[in-house]
C-alpha cells in the first residue's frame, strides 16, 4: 500500500536505461553517473482537488502530502520542506517574485488549466447575472477572482467573496450566503459535481450552469486555458538532481495524460486507495466524483500537460508579464 | 410527599443535568427550527445520524486518534508543567524569571501560533505542540499557586524539616496542592480537547485520523449532519472523562 516515490520513477528510469543502452556505450556510461541524480525521493505537497488527479499514482506514498487548507500549502513556500510544491500559479510565482522574500521555487508546469463555472441557483434557463443579483465567488485576488474579474467586470460590487472552494460549495448547496439567498456562485470541480449530485441539498435540482468559464475566456481572448494549478520545484534540489526532477515531470505528464484519456485507470487506482471517505481525504474527490467530470473526455477537472501561455495571460488580466526567472527550465 | 423531598434531595444533582440537556437539545432544535437551513439539522435527524456513525468503524478510529494525541499532549505538558511548577514553587526567583514566559505562552494567540507550527512542521504533529501550548501554562500555574497557597503553620513546621529538601517536597508541599491541580486538570481537558479539534480541522491532512479532520471532511463533502454527530461525540467524550475524574477524585477524598 505504502508505495515509494522513487520507486514509481524507477519504472521510466528502466525504461530509459534499456533506450539508452540500445543507442550507445557513452550515451550508456553518461546515464548510469546521470541514473545516481534520479535516486531521490521527493517530497510533494498539494491542495486537495483537481490538482491531486496529476499525481494518482502516489496515492499512498507518504512523500506525497496533499492539505484541505489551501493556505497551509502556501506558507510552505516560506519554508523548505518540501521539493515541489503544487498551487495556484498566480499565487505562487506572487510569492517567488516577492522582492522582499523570494521564495526558492520556480514554475515547472502549468498541470491544470480550468475548470471553474458560474451557476445559477433557482433561476430560470438563459437567466444571466445582472448588478442586482447576489453573486458569490472564492479566492480573492487569486485565479479564479482574476478571471472573474476580467468576464464580469460589471458584477464585482455586488459580488462577495468566501475563502475557499469549500465554503463556495457550502454555499451552493445551502442556497444562502449570511441568511440571503444566493442568486449566482463561481465555482470549481469537482465541487460543482458534488453539489449537483448532492440530493440532500437545499438546492438539488435547481443548480444550472449558465457559463463554462474556460469557453468565456477563450471567446475574449482567444486562450485555451489559463494558468490555474502550477507545479513549482524548489531550485537547490533541482540543481543537484535535474534528471530525477525531470523523470517526477515525465511521470506527472503521463498522470495527467491517462486521467484525460483514460479515466477508468485512474478510477481503479482510487478504489485501490481506499474507501470513498479516504479517497475524499485524500484527494479531495472519490473515483465517482472523478468518474463523473471526466467521462468521455470531458477533462472536467481543466487537467493539461503545460501548453499554457503564462504571460499573455497576465497581459490579459492586466498584469506586468513575469520574468524568465520565474521559469523551470523545464517548463512546457 | 416527603419520600419527594427526599427522593429531589438524593438526586437534585442528576435531575437538574437531566433537565440541563434537554434545555440543550431543545434551544438546538429550536435554533433549527428558526433558520431552517442543512447548516444546523433538527437533534432528531442528527441522533439518527449518529446511529449510523457509531455503526461505523472509521468513526472510533477518530475517537481514539484525538483522544490519543490528547492523552500524549496532556500527559507531557502536564508532567512538564507541574515539575516546573513544583520547582518554581519552591524556588521564588524561578517563579519570577519564569512570569514572562509564562505570561507569553499563556496569552499568545492560539491560531496564530499554530498558523506557524503548521508551516514548520508536520502537519500531523501540529496537535500536540498546540495542546502543549494551551495546557501547560495551566498545569504550571495550579502547580504555583497550589503551594503558594499552603497553609503558613505548615510552612512554618517545614522549616524546622528543611522546606526545600526533596521529602518536604513529595510528602507533604505537593500532597497539598491537589485540590489546585486537580482544578487544573478539570480546566485544561475540555480546553486541550477543544483545541486539539481546532488543530486537527486547521492542521487539514486528511490522513491523520481525528475527530477535528472528521468534522472538516464532512464540512467539506459537504456532510452537516456528520459534524454534527462528530461535535456530540466530542462532547460526550469529555463529559465522560470529567466523570471518570469526578469520582476518581471523590473516591480518592473519602479514603
Known amino acids: 500500500m505504502n508505495t515509494n516515490i522513487k520507486k514509481i520513477l524507477g519504472l521510466p528510469l528502466v525504461a530509459l536505461l534499456i533506450t539508452s543502452c540500445g543507442v550507445t556505450s557513452s550515451s550508456s556510461s553518461s546515464f548510469s553517473s546521470s541514473s545516481e541524480n534520479t535516486d531521490y525521493d521527493f517530497s510533494i505537497i498539494s491542495p486537495t482537488g483537481a490538482p491531486t488527479a496529476a499525481f494518482y499514482q502516489f496515492a499512498a506514498s507518504d512523500d506525497f502530502t496533499t492539505n484541505s487548507t489551501a493556505t497551509n500549502v502556501a506558507a510552505q513556500f516560506a519554508t523548505t520542506n518540501y521539493d515541489v510544491i503544487v498551487f495556484d500559479s498566480l499565487k505562487g510565482i506572487n510569492q517567488i517574485t516577492n522582492a522582499d522574500t523570494p521564495s526558492p521555487y520556480k514554475l515547472a508546469r502549468i498541470i491544470t488549466k480550468g475548470n471553474y463555472y458560474l451557476v445559477s441557483i433557482d433561476k430560470p434557463e438563459g437567466s444571466e447575472p445582472t448588478s442586482t443579483d447576489l453573486i458569490v465567488n472564492f479566492g480573492q485576488n487569486g485565479t ?23 465554503d463556495a460549495l457550502t454555499v451552493l448547496v445551502n442556497g ?6 444566493v442568486d449566482y456562485v463561481f465555482i470549481a470541480q469537482p465541487a460543482l459535481y458534488n453539489a449537483m449530485n448532492n440530493t440532500s441539498a437545499a438546492t438539488y435540482g435547481k443548480i444550472k450552469i449558465v457559463a463554462d468559464i474556460q469557453q468565456s475566456w477563450f471567446d475574449l481572448t482567444g486562450q485555451n486555458g489559463f494558468p490555474q494549478a502550477g507545479v513549482f520545484v524548489r531550485n537547490d534540489v533541482y ?16 498522470a495527467i495524460e491517462t486521467s484525460i484519456d483514460d479515466p ?8 485501490d486507495y481506499g474507501t470513498t471517505t479516504e479517497q475524499l481525504a485524500r484527494f479531495g474527490f472519490n473515483s465517482t466524483m472523478f468518474a463523473g467530470v471526466q467521462a468521455d473526455g470531458a477533462n472536467g477537472l481543466g487537467l493539461t500537460v503545460g501548453g499554457i501561455d503564462v504571460n499573455a495571460y497576465y497581459t490579459s488580466v492586466g498584469l506586468s508579464a513575469v520574468s524568465e526567472d520565474v521559469f523551470l527550465d523545464l517548463y512546457l | 410527599m416527603k419520600s419527594l ?12 443535568v437531566t433537565f440541563g440537556i434537554v434545555f440543550v437539545v431543545a434551544l438546538w432544535w429550536f435554533l433549527s427550527w428558526i433558520v431552517q437551513t442543512a447548516l ?24 481514539f486518534g ?37 505570561m507569553t505562552i499563556r496569552t499568545l494567540p492560539t491560531a496564530a501560533v499554530m498558523l506557524i507550527f503548521l508551516a514548520l512542521f508536520r502537519f500531523s504533529n501540529a496537535p500536540y505542540y498546540i495542546v502543549f501550548l494551551v495546557v501547560f501554562p495551566i498545569s ?18 517545614l522549616k524546622i524539616e528543611g522546606e526545600k529538601k526533596l521529602k518536604s517536597i513529595l510528602k507533604v508541599r505537593v500532597p497539598l496542592t491537589a485540590p489546585y491541580v486537580v482544578l487544573g486538570i478539570f480546566q485544561s481537558l475540555g480546553l486541550g480537547m477543544k483545541v486539539e479539534i481546532m488543530s486537527e480541522i486547521l492542521a487539514g491532512d486528511g490522513r491523520m485520523n481525528g475527530i477535528g479532520t472528521a468534522i472538516k471532511l464532512a464540512y467539506d463533502a459537504p456532510k452537516y449532519v456528520d459534524m454534527y454527530g462528530y461535535g456530540i461525540l466530542a462532547i460526550v467524550l469529555i463529559a465522560l472523562i470529567e466523570l471518570a475524574l469526578y469520582f476518581a477524585k471523590k473516591y480518592v477524598s473519602s479514603r
Not at chain 1, 477572482?145 to 467586470?153: E, R, S
Not at chain 1, 444562502?176 to 439567498?181: C, F, I, K, V
Request: negative net charge; proline residues 4%; aromatic residues 14%.
Open chain 2, 40 to 63: 444546523i439539522p433538527s437533534p432528531l435527524v442528527t441522533f439518527a445520524n449518529l446511529g449510523i456513525l457509531l455503526s461505523e468503524s472509521s468513526t472510533y478510529e477518530n475517537l
Open chain 2, 66 to 102: 484525538s483522544l490519543g494525541r490528547l492523552v500524549v499532549g496532556f500527559s507531557l505538558s502536564f508532567i512538564l508543567g507541574s515539575l516546573l511548577g513544583i520547582f518554581a514553587g519552591v524556588y521564588k526567583k524561578v517563579q519570577y524569571f519564569l512570569k514572562p514566559l509564562m
Open chain 1, 176 to 181: 444562502t450566503y449570511n441568511q440571503d439567498a
Open chain 1, 264 to 271: 477508468n485507470t485512474v478510477v481503479h487506482a482510487l478504489n
Open chain 2, 5 to 16: 423531598g427526599a427522593f429531589w434531595k438524593q438526586y437534585y444533582k442528576v435531575i437538574l
Open chain 1, 144 to 166: 479564479p477572482d482574476t478571471i472573474y474579474k476580467a468576464l464580469y467586470p460589471d458584477l464585482v460590487d455586488n459580488t462577495v467573496y468566501v475563502t475557499s472552494v469549500s
Open chain 2, 140 to 157: 504550571y500555574e495550579s502547580m504555583v499557586t497550589g503551594i503558594n497557597h499552603i497553609d503558613e503553620g505548615i510552612k512554618d513546621s
Open chain 1, 239 to 254: 540543481a543537484v538532481h535535474p534528471i530525477a526532477f525531470s523523470y517526477l515531470l515525465d511521470t506527472i505528464d503521463e
